[in-house]
């Protein structure tokens, strides 16, 4: 049976999947990056949690991070267009289906990488803070 984390995690890249960029998870940057963007979850750090008693509960604010990566010559408006998205998809449902207590994706931070013989890529590292509990640190 899978862990509360891993669960949210696989719920977070669902979300990203049906989004028109193609949504990896915790792979490495391939050769092409697709017309649309891509995005990559990477799991990030649960943290340290706050522990409440009676019951025992552990509170996260985990963060997960999203790589978001364009190229082409119309690479600035498609970027913002997938910011978007992202933003549009994640507060459609805070909570995950339920997974959660909240889900917040804070601002990126945009550079502009060169690539020998192509265009450029726009890329950014867009943290996700997922908020839940569980009963147990390694549930």
Same mark, same amino acid.
């Given at each position: 049976? +899978?862990?509360? *984390?891993?669960?949210? @995690?696989?719920? =977070? ?7 028109? %960029?193609?949504?990896? *998870?915790?792979?490495?940057? +391939? ?11 990477? &799991?990030?750090? %649960? ?5 409440? @008693?009676? +019951?025992?509960?552990?509170?996260? !604010?985990? *963060? ?6 364009? !190229? ?9 267009? =997938? ?9 459609? &449902? ?6 959660? &207590? ?5 601002a990126p931070?945009?550079?502009?990488l060169p ?11 867009? +943290? ?8 147990? !640190?390694?549930?």
């Open positions: 049976m +899978p862990t509360a *984390r891993e669960t949210i @995690l696989a719920a =977070l890249h669902v979300r990203l999947s049906a989004l028109p %960029p193609t949504a990896l *998870r915790g792979e490495v940057l +391939p050769e092409r990056v697709p017309a649309e963007g891509l995005l990559i979850l990477r &799991d990030g750090d %649960p943290g340290e949690p706050e522990v409440t @008693l009676s +019951p025992l509960r552990y509170h996260y !604010q985990h *963060r997960a991070e999203i790589e978001a990566v364009v !190229q082409g010559a119309d690479r600035d408006a498609t970027f913002d267009a =997938l910011c978007a998205s992202i933003g549009t998809a994640l507060a459609a &449902d805070r909570t995950l289906g339920g997974l959660c &207590d909240w889900v917040e994706a804070e931070q945009a550079v502009d690539v020998d013989g192509a265009a450029s890529l726009k890329a950014a590292v867009i +943290p996700v803070v997922l908020h839940y509990s569980t009963a147990d !640190q390694l549930a």
